[in-house]
């Protein structure tokens, strides 16, 4: 990954998000760190071009919100 580019996380796994925010907000080397537990009601949807999975769509269905984070190195 180039130095200065975006990585970024989008999942309907809660458990999965909450480690990878943990991880991710435990580092010095993390810039422009952004994240919301409900990504399609939310800024950073435009980021995803509300695109909806198969799985988001399913866990979706049942209750569960799209997780989102991003952050450059």
């Not at 180039?2 to 480690?19: A, E």
């Not at 399609?40 to 769509?57: M, N």
Request: net charge negative; proline share 0%; aromatic share 20%.
């Amino acid at each position: 990954m180039k130095q200065g580019s975006y990585f970024r996380l989008k999942t309907d796994n809660t458990d999965f998000f909450q480690y990878s925010l943990e991880e991710v907000q435990g580092r010095n080397d993390i810039a422009d760190l952004q994240f919301t537990s409900d990504v399609y009601h939310s800024e950073y949807r435009s980021e995803c071009f509300d695109i909806k999975t198969k799985y988001e769509e399913h866990f979706a269905s049942k209750g569960e919100t799209i997780k989102y984070l991003r952050f450059k190195f």
